[in-house]
């Protein structure tokens, strides 16, 4: 496999973390952008098992279903073999809750 073969999963992965920063509120966009810098690793797992811990508990208040996306995206910035998927996920995902603010009435 060819360098630029081994970097494509994590230009797709920075990718859609670009998308998903442009749809999100201003601070929580730079909030994930700061996550995303390769010096806040010591952040970002502790901050990734967090959102899966709390997307898994989404019954609770509070808790809900989109903690566990982003938090597999944090974690796959760090783990080469979820890149790929996590990229394709996050880009479906975006894609659909596009479409639907589309077909929202203003």
Known sequence: MSPS???RPQQEL???FKRLERLLPTRVGSTLRWLRHPAS???RLPVGLLLIVGGIFSFLPVLGVWMLPL???LIAADVPILRRPMARLTMWIIDRIERWQA???S
Do not use: C, T, V
Request: aromatic share 6%; no cysteine; net charge positive.
């Open 5 to 7: 073969q081994q970097n």
């Open 103 to 105: 077909k929202r009435p």
């Open 14 to 16: 920075r990718a859609a």
């Open 41 to 43: 690793l010591w952040a």
């Open 71 to 73: 938090g597999l995206m």
